[in-house]
């Protein structure tokens, strides 16, 4: 209770106002903050998990996932494989956009035409380049043609895309360097939340959707506005949750989530995800640093980094260590691969024989929990390294990773909450500027692997692929994902392991 107490006193001092200001039960309004800025709601755009949570409150997407990941009916009502690349779906009637608009197969074929058209230059490209074409068939009812057998196709469907309406991108603002800022449309979705301000890196308000249709997995919206905060300090935002100004938070740091389970006001709740962490290296040698090319120095890295040690006692469980590039609960992810034990000596000896016995000096790049990025550091310094943080917004980091400037990473990935090792490993190994690796014989196999709708097939060819990116040590994963949760007592929440919290179900108790 001391240590409690030592907190709640640190809180207040960062001047926090103790009555909460449009938050809780009795305004009927659930605020829930984390440190990232937000200024857009588009997840084409900019794709910060943030912006995949509002998409789930603004937007529909065809087919909805339920608790056991099995694919639902949700804008489509109904689906058939006419063969192996055609997918026909029914298209639910009665829906209409926030603007009044009537929902119809027009609407579905522009979103998925737009998306993949890569002039667009959409984030979520790679997450629907499985689609050659969509066509309108009828009014509602709707033709996907595939590249190739895409086994996933609805798993993805339930993933990406958010249905926008016919036109929506039409009339984009234009950008200073004469292209249309797409990002900038303001939100016209078909889902249970409207958005009603948005004040750029501050907050974001969503007004409940009096209209949404009857029937929806999702269910009627239950409080009347959600509002996101971007509140950067994290010992600020605790304090505000702790005054009510706040009633929803996440990555909690283990320590501190572990002491305000004393607080009378809160829930604190610890729930596996979807997100691991993982290092990444440049290993062609296109960044200025060109140590990385050789395999050595990536295994000395590797063997390097206490992951039982970070996940243990700084992630918490049920944070668990990996040894592949995808997470262990998706679908053909292969834990059986080389692996790489915490052995300091092992790493100073491969980097001595890689011709660094003194180390070398490198910039590691990173975007999340400070905390883990230090602890990596720590483990480099031991054996000789000397790395130099470099901590940034996540999209300009992603900006930097694809003009080529870096040359290692500490990340995480979410998977855009998909349960398939695709929605991991074929993102960062198939050839796209996320691959980093570009490995003729990793790209082959995960191409064949996507196209092949037999799940033992799917199976074998991975282990393959992730064999051989373990062993070539071109990630080094890390742990899995746990987060801590703190939230108003007043507020009924269950946490799922997808790592997007379902508010449209919130309630307050």
Excluded at 41 to 56: H, Q
Excluded at 120 to 149: C, D, M, Q, T
Excluded at 251 to 258: G, I, L
Aim: hydrophobic share 40%.
């Amino acid at each position: 209770m001391h240590r409690f107490i030592k907190f709640a006193l640190t809180a207040a001092a960062l001047c926090v106002p103790l009555v909460p200001a449009d938050a809780g039960k009795k305004d009927n309004t659930l605020v829930w903050a984390t440190d990232r800025e937000n200024s857009i709601t588009d997840s084409n755009y900019l794709n910060t998990r943030e912006l995949v949570i509002m998409g789930t409150l603004i937007y529909d997407r065809l087919v909805h996932l339920d608790e056991e990941y099995d694919p639902r009916p949700l804008l489509a009502t109904a689906w058939t494989w006419v063969n192996d690349t055609t997918l026909d779906l029914d298209i639910r009637k009665g829906v209409k956009f926030h603007s009044g608009k009537d929902l119809d197969a027009d609407d579905v074929v522009y979103t998925i035409s737009f998306l993949i058209n890569r002039d667009n230059g959409a984030l979520s490209y790679s997450y629907v380049s499985y689609i050659k074409s969509a066509e309108k068939l009828e009014s509602h009812k709707v033709r996907l043609n595939f590249v190739k057998p895409f086994p996933t196709a609805l798993v993805f469907l339930a993933g990406v895309p958010n249905i926008m309406a016919k036109g929506h991108y039409d009339n984009a603002p234009a950008r200073p360097d004469g292209k249309k800022d797409f990002g900038a449309v303001p939100a016209n979705g078909t889902g249970p939340y409207k958005v009603s301000e948005i004040k750029p890196g501050e907050s974001i308000l969503m007004t409940a959707n009096a209209g949404y249709w009857d029937g929806s997995p999702k269910g009627k919206p239950q409080i009347a506005n959600i509002k996101f905060r971007t509140i950067k300090d994290s010992n600020a935002r605790l304090a505000e949750v702790m005054t009510g100004a706040v009633d929803w938070v996440w990555d909690v740091p283990k320590d501190q989530a572990e002491r305000m389970q004393n607080a009378p006001n809160l829930t604190v709740e610890n729930a596996k995800t979807l997100r691991i962490a993982y290092v990444n290296f440049d290993s062609t040698g296109v960044s200025p640093q060109k140590n990385f090319k050789d395999k050595r120095v990536r295994q000395a890295i590797a063997h390097a980094i206490n992951r039982e040690s970070i996940a243990k006692n700084i992630v918490g469980e049920p944070s668990q260590v990996i040894h592949s590039a995808c997470h262990p609960d998706q679908f053909a992810c292969a834990s059986d691969v080389p692996k790489y034990d915490y052995n300091p000596e092992k790493a100073k000896k491969l980097l001595a024989e890689a011709g660094f016995p003194n180390g070398f000096e490198f910039e590691l790049h990173a975007y999340r929990e400070r905390e883990h990025t230090e602890a990596i550091i720590g483990d480099l310094v031991k054996v000789g390294l000397k790395p130099k943080l470099v901590y940034l917004q996540y999209a300009p980091l992603v900006q930097a990773v694809h003009k080529g400037q870096v040359s290692a990473t500490h990340m995480t990935w979410g998977s855009s909450s998909l349960p398939d090792v695709s929605a991991c490993a074929a993102h960062f190994f198939k050839g796209s500027a996320d691959d980093l690796a570009k490995d003729p014989e990793v790209i082959r196999l995960i191409t064949e692997a996507d196209g092949t709708v037999d799940p033992n097939k799917r199976k074998a060819l991975w282990k393959q692929a992730l064999t051989r990116i373990a062993d070539e040590a071109y990630w080094v994963p890390l742990f899995t994902y746990a987060k801590y949760y703190v939230y108003s007592k007043e507020l009924d929440f269950k946490a799922t392991s997808d790592e997007i919290p379902q508010f449209f179900r919130a309630k307050w108790k």
